[in-house]
């Protein structure tokens, strides 16, 4: 994969080209929600370095209380758009929860999770994980750990509750990939249940990201998987350890994503290529010179009508570090992942393999063909709205033709880098699905309390 290193003066160079009489916006004023997380990061950039204005926009952001809620605010037209879970334009136009025609033409960052345990859980873990010379847990961590916990926990009549985001986000999938590698069972959803707990050795449920510490601090969940900078400030609180980031479980695909509307997007050509021009100018920004802008982006995020978190939190993730126990501090350069490795351009293989997580779990209740995943896929994520405006940055001197994949089918080479070791390969994604130890295969489905077919 190709990595471009910009300058950070070649990117101050830039101007934005004037805008042809056929391409002003349709829409000027545009309010755009997000999430308090680091990967929100790429909107916050694009306003407070004036990329919006460059390009005839004139945006307002605002926090969410929720995923829900944002999404139903992109929904009603509260919202124009808004930094949204990957999966959740997915999920919207195949009906599962709130049905509508949501689509993304680019992809806000890669990876930017983990998975942290509380302490209790940590001690139960510890003994069952090799250290290396140096005393430290040797990561990747095996979610078979985590076996003496649920035991433990069982012989007291507790049950082990974890946290996630949304039902359909990457953090749920994420935490049940981990769960089910390590041969714990995370759960089915049904069509009559969409608690996504039946069968399950471990009890997910939803909260919201800022909540995720002061829960597990209160005892409610014994582990959570979020974005930044959640896991950190547990970690700085001294309440719980990070076992797991996503690189470690199924790294370099898309997070969060520029969720609109169908038909938003079909009434306002040149507005959502604004839009996305002055989103990638953005991430190209966050990740010009190896990531030296970083510092400053975490001042900007730091600030509470974005983030809202201490910029020293910020900082372990955002500049190419993680923090696992307290002072054990390693280098993960691409934790967060704004615009190499062609992290904006929507794959369509990643749609897939969030369409295959659906179908595993349940929450797809019924097999589908090969052809209906890559069609769903196609209806979501617009790559061709994404080039286009990659494109005309090009056009205009902006950014180099290199920095895009031109030449691509729109699926990415077969993955084989998962923690399970199993291939994926996002044009076979039935295949793929028939060959995970857990979950659903085939024609099965959820009945009731027992997987029938």
């Known amino acids: 994969m190709r990595k471009l290193l910009m300058t950070t003066s070649a990117l101050a160079a830039m101007t934005a080209a004037p805008l042809q009489a056929d391409s002003f916006p349709e829409i000027e004023d545009l309010t755009l929600g997000f999430i308090k997380l680091t990967d929100m990061a790429p909107l916050a950039i694009a306003y407070e370095k004036g990329f919006f204005e460059d390009e005839g926009l004139f945006v307002t952001l605002e926090a969410q209380a929720n995923w829900k809620v944002l999404l139903d605010g992109v929904i009603d037209g509260n919202l124009h758009g808004a930094h949204m879970l990957a999966g959740q334009p997915l999920a919207a136009t195949i009906g599962f929860g709130t049905e509508a025609h949501i689509v993304t ?30 005393g430290r847990p040797v990561h990747p961590i095996s979610a078979e750990a985590l076996r003496p916990a649920l035991e433990a926990f069982a012989d007291q009549g507790r049950p082990f509750n974890m946290g996630m985001v949304f039902p359909v986000s990457t953090h749920n999938f994420e935490l049940r ?17 969409i608690s996504g707990q039946i069968g399950a050795e471990a009890l997910l449920s939803v909260t919201p990201p800022p909540q995720m ?3 597990l601090e209160a005892g409610t969940i014994s582990g959570y998987t979020v974005g930044e900078p959640w896991n950190q400030q547990a970690v700085a609180m001294g309440i719980g350890v990070p076992v797991a980031t996503d690189l470690d479980i199924f790294a370099t695909r898309a997070e969060k994503v520029l969720g609109l509307r169908a038909d938003f997007v079909e009434e306002n050509p040149n507005t959502v290529r604004a839009l996305t021009r002055a989103l990638i100018r953005a991430a190209m920004w966050l990740d010009a010179d190896d990531n030296a802008n970083r510092d400053e982006a975490v001042q900007i995020i730091s600030r509470p009508n974005y983030v809202g978190a201490d910029p020293e939190v910020l900082a372990n993730s955002m500049t190419g570090t993680f923090e696992y126990e307290q002072g054990d501090v390693r280098p993960v350069p691409d934790f967060n992942v704004f615009f190499r490795y062609n992290a904006n351009y929507p794959y369509l293989s990643d749609a897939v393999w969030y369409l295959t997580q659906m179908r595993r779990w349940g929450q797809i209740t019924e097999a589908q063909s090969d052809e209906w995943f890559a ?11 994404f080039m286009d405006a990659a494109q005309s ?31 994926f ?22 009945m009731g309390t027992e997987v029938q077919g």
């Open 425 to 446: 390969d996002g044009r076979t994604p039935n295949d793929y699905i028939d060959s995970l130890p857990i979950g659903l295969k085939g024609d099965q489905r959820v």
């Open 105 to 134: 033409p680019f992809v806000m960052d890669l990876n930017g999770n983990a998975t942290t345990v509380s302490n209790e859980v940590w001690d139960l873990m510890r003994p069952a994980i090799p250290s290396d010379a140096d």
């Open 177 to 193: 990939y981990w769960l089910a590698a390590g041969g714990i069972h995370p759960g089915f959803y049904s069509a009559d249940n």
């Open 213 to 215: 510490p002061a829960t």
């Open 393 to 423: 940055l090009v056009d205009d001197g902006l950014a180099p033709a290199d920095a895009f994949p031109f030449d691509t089918d729109g699926y990415r080479a077969v993955v084989d880098h998962a923690i399970d070791g199993i291939p």
């Open 375 to 385: 069609d769903v896929a196609e209806s979501v994520f617009l790559a061709d709205l």
